[in-house]
């Protein structure tokens, strides 16, 4: 399966559906055992957070707060960047990363033409030479000037192309929804360590939100400096071409803002239902303080159910204002009864290629951890414990982020989770330490186009070249890799309780001995 998803010799989808054929025939696990892997609570978690976004989708509210996210940043490249990286990363939280990305690009390329002009006429003058008169100017500069002026542009532009599918990846790292990984980790936990509740969707905010933080501003940072946004060019010293210029980008972006119109009903609705999604899986039990979960029945609630809960109403509430006439005059016209959302629209828009894969992950974890192979791995990789857990955790997060760059990052989760987790229990360290740094760092696949679909889609544009990605991602692999390490060693640590070994994973090993030797007695007696 490994070779499979790595080489896509068979659609990714179709390679998760393989334990359900090789399981049972094989004698690894029986056929009731293997498909349940299938539809998993973090599964449902999952179609519910899609359908929440198909949502948003089908009423544009996406596109109302990525124009007014840079209408406030204002157009100055530094600014812009930053602009372009909070939307994306804050949308990315939520929606799918490859239309986050998809969606972003257009606006940027329109705003960058406006400020700089038309890209091949910026190529054109990156060519110069002092004998050949430059295009037609706002001002006097000599050929040199506008050839050096046109190659600062033509970075900048780079930067835009990367930073919205870079910001992408980083955002969707905040949400237990936001990226495939973080469900397989919440799966896999509930499969290797049963008794473990430690994450859910609050938790894991207060956990991812910072570090997303953290890492995007970093982000920010490298880029502006490597493209050019941080110079003082255009952040300071303004021209009056500059000037027009920038007059134009925003009047583009204000212009797109109004052909939105003011706020309708149905954006309203969905508006609310979005903020009451995330508040509730927030709030249901964020371990620092007692969530509403307490009012049900221990164990009963999940994040599933409040996800889905939420999703069933978008099905039911009208997108338009309902007349109250009608219920006191059965004569008078009342709104055609249209609902936020469909169940066509639904159809088309939900990955269930992930849903499968998803699967897939879980179903091979449980094979791995039935059958004694990752405990197997697990014993290989001892050197390991012989450095710090702390090198450890750079280790790991390192080799993963490696990983991914060539193969899928849920893939990747998939294959190397069971071999991290047994290999925490064999040297008795938490093993969220090691699980929770390569969750997030498989989601860190930035010098490659083949790494993400974000990836693929802003070197589609034709504007980038291999050397950009690798020159740029190979630093952002660096800072995710330390940033990472801080927050699992910081307050990571105070969240999760990473410090010490406890009992849901002693559990483990003590449960395993202890069926083994019950079904000894029992087969002992039945003879």
Same mark, same amino acid.
């Not at 029986?30 to 299938?38: E, G, I, L, R």
């Not at 998809?102 to 705003?111: G, T, Y």
């Not at 080799?399 to 069971?418: D, M, Q, R």
């Not at 087969?523 to 003879?527: G, I, Q």
């Given at each position: 399966?490994?070779?499979?998803?790595?080489?896509?010799?068979?659609?990714?989808?179709?390679?998760?559906?393989?334990?359900?054929?090789?399981?049972?025939?094989?004698?690894?696990l029986?056929?009731?055992?293997?498909?349940?892997?299938?539809f998993?609570?973090?599964?449902?978690?999952?179609?519910s957070?899609?359908?929440?976004?198909?949502?948003?989708? @089908?009423?544009?509210?996406?596109?109302?707060?990525?124009?007014?996210?840079?209408?406030?940043?204002?157009?100055?490249?530094?600014?812009?960047?930053?602009?372009?990286? $909070?939307?994306?990363s804050?949308?990315s939280?939520?929606?799918?990363?490859?239309?986050?990305?998809?969606?972003?690009?257009? $606006?940027?390329?329109?705003?960058?033409?406006?400020?700089?002009?038309?890209?091949?006429?910026?190529? @054109?003058?990156?060519?110069?030479?002092?004998? @050949?008169?430059?295009?037609?100017?706002?001002?006097?500069?000599?050929?040199?000037?506008?050839?050096?002026?046109?190659?600062?542009?033509?970075?900048?532009? #780079?930067?835009?192309?990367?930073?919205?599918?870079?910001?992408?990846?980083?955002g969707?790292?905040?949400?237990?929804?936001?990226?495939?990984?973080?469900?397989?980790?919440?799966?896999?936990?509930?499969? !290797?360590?049963?008794?473990?509740?430690?994450?859910? !969707?609050?938790?894991?905010?207060?956990?991812?939100?910072?570090?997303?933080?953290?890492?995007?501003?970093?982000?920010?940072?490298? &880029?502006?400096?490597?493209?050019?946004?941080?110079?003082?060019?255009?952040?300071?010293?303004?021209?009056?071409w500059?000037?027009?210029?920038?007059?134009?980008?925003?009047?583009?972006?204000?212009?797109?803002?109004? #052909?939105?119109?003011?706020?309708?009903?149905?954006?309203?609705?969905?508006?609310f239902?979005?903020?009451?999604?995330?508040?509730?899986?927030?709030?249901?039990?964020?371990?620092?303080?007692?969530?509403?979960? &307490?009012?049900?029945?221990?164990?009963?609630?999940?994040?599933?159910?409040?996800?889905?809960?939420i $999703?069933?109403?978008?099905?039911?509430?009208?997108?338009?204002?309902?007349?109250?006439?009608?219920?006191?005059?059965?004569?008078?016209?009342?709104?055609?009864?249209?609902?936020?959302?469909?169940?066509? #629209?639904?159809?088309?828009?939900?990955?269930?290629?992930?849903?499968?894969?998803?699967?897939?992950?879980?179903a091979?974890?449980?094979?791995?951890?039935?059958?004694?192979?990752?405990?197997?791995l697990?014993?290989?990789?001892?050197?390991?414990?012989?450095?710090?857990?702390?090198?450890?955790?750079?280790? $790991?997060?390192?080799?993963?982020?490696?990983?991914?760059?060539?193969?899928?990052?849920?893939?990747?989760?998939?294959?190397?989770?069971?071999?991290?987790?047994?290999l925490?229990?064999?040297i008795?360290?938490?093993?969220?330490?090691?699980?929770?740094?390569?969750?997030?760092?498989?989601?860190?696949?930035?010098?490659l186009?083949?790494?993400?679909?974000p990836?693929?889609?802003?070197?589609?544009?034709?504007?980038?070249?291999?050397?950009?990605?690798?020159?740029?991602? !190979?630093?952002?692999?660096?800072?995710?890799?330390?940033?990472?390490?801080?927050?699992?060693?910081?307050?990571?640590?105070?969240? !999760?309780?990473?410090?010490?070994?406890?009992?849901?994973?002693?559990?483990?090993?003590?449960?395993?001995?202890?069926?083994?030797?019950?079904?000894?007695?029992i @087969?002992?007696?039945? #003879?």
């Open positions: 399966m490994a070779v499979y998803w790595c080489t896509e010799a068979l659609p990714l989808a179709v390679t998760a559906l393989l334990p359900i054929c090789l399981f049972p025939t094989m004698g690894v029986t056929s009731k055992k293997v498909c349940p892997q299938y998993l609570e973090p599964n449902f978690l999952f179609f957070g899609v359908v929440m976004a198909s949502a948003i989708e @089908e009423w544009n509210v996406h596109r109302r707060i990525a124009l007014k996210v840079l209408n406030i940043v204002g157009v100055k490249p530094v600014w812009l960047i930053l602009g372009m990286m $909070i939307t994306s804050f949308l939280m939520w929606l799918n990363n490859t239309a986050t990305t998809a969606m972003m690009l257009p $606006i940027a390329n329109a705003i960058l033409e406006n400020l700089f002009g038309d890209l091949e006429k910026l190529k @054109e003058n990156c060519k110069l030479k002092e004998d @050949e008169e430059g295009a037609e100017r706002h001002d006097k500069r000599t050929p040199e000037e506008v050839r050096a002026e046109s190659e600062y542009q033509l970075k900048v532009w #780079k930067g835009f192309l990367l930073c919205i599918p870079y910001a992408s990846s980083i969707g790292t905040a949400t237990l929804t936001g990226t495939a990984p973080n469900l397989i980790l919440m799966g896999q936990l509930t499969s !290797f360590f049963p008794d473990c509740d430690l994450v859910n !969707f609050g938790s894991w905010f207060v956990f991812g939100f910072p570090l997303m933080v953290l890492f995007l501003l970093l982000g920010w940072l490298w &880029i502006s400096f490597l493209y050019g946004g941080l110079n003082a060019r255009l952040c300071v010293r303004k021209q009056d500059q000037a027009d210029a920038e007059r134009k980008a925003k009047a583009v972006i204000d212009e797109d803002y109004k #052909k939105l119109g003011p706020m309708n009903f149905a954006e309203g609705a969905i508006t239902f979005f903020i009451l999604f995330a508040v509730l899986l927030f709030t249901r039990d964020p371990k620092f303080f007692p969530g509403w979960s &307490i009012f049900f029945n221990k164990g009963y609630v999940s994040d599933a159910v409040t996800g889905v809960v $999703i069933s109403l978008l099905f039911v509430f009208p997108s338009q204002k309902p007349s109250l006439s009608w219920w006191f005059d059965f004569h008078s016209t009342n709104t055609q009864y249209i609902p936020l959302l469909s169940w066509k #629209k639904v159809q088309g828009s939900v990955s269930w290629n992930i849903i499968l894969l998803l699967g897939g992950g879980f091979m974890a449980k094979g791995c951890e039935e059958s004694g192979l990752a405990s197997w697990g014993t290989h990789l001892q050197p390991i414990a012989r450095v710090p857990p702390p090198v450890a955790v750079i280790l $790991i997060t390192a080799f993963v982020a490696c990983f991914t760059e060539f193969a899928s990052n849920t893939a990747t989760i998939i294959i190397l989770l069971p071999i991290i987790t047994e925490a229990i064999n008795k360290v938490n093993p969220l330490y090691f699980m929770i740094p390569a969750t997030t760092g498989c989601s860190f696949a930035f010098m186009p083949v790494s993400t679909p990836n693929s889609i802003a070197f589609a544009s034709g504007h980038l070249m291999v050397k950009d990605m690798v020159k740029t991602g !190979f630093m952002m692999n660096i800072l995710g890799i330390l940033t990472v390490s801080l927050a699992v060693n910081t307050w990571g640590t105070y969240m !999760f309780g990473l410090s010490t070994y406890p009992d849901w994973a002693q559990s483990l090993n003590v449960t395993s001995t202890t069926t083994d030797a019950l079904c000894t007695d @087969e002992y007696w039945l #003879k």
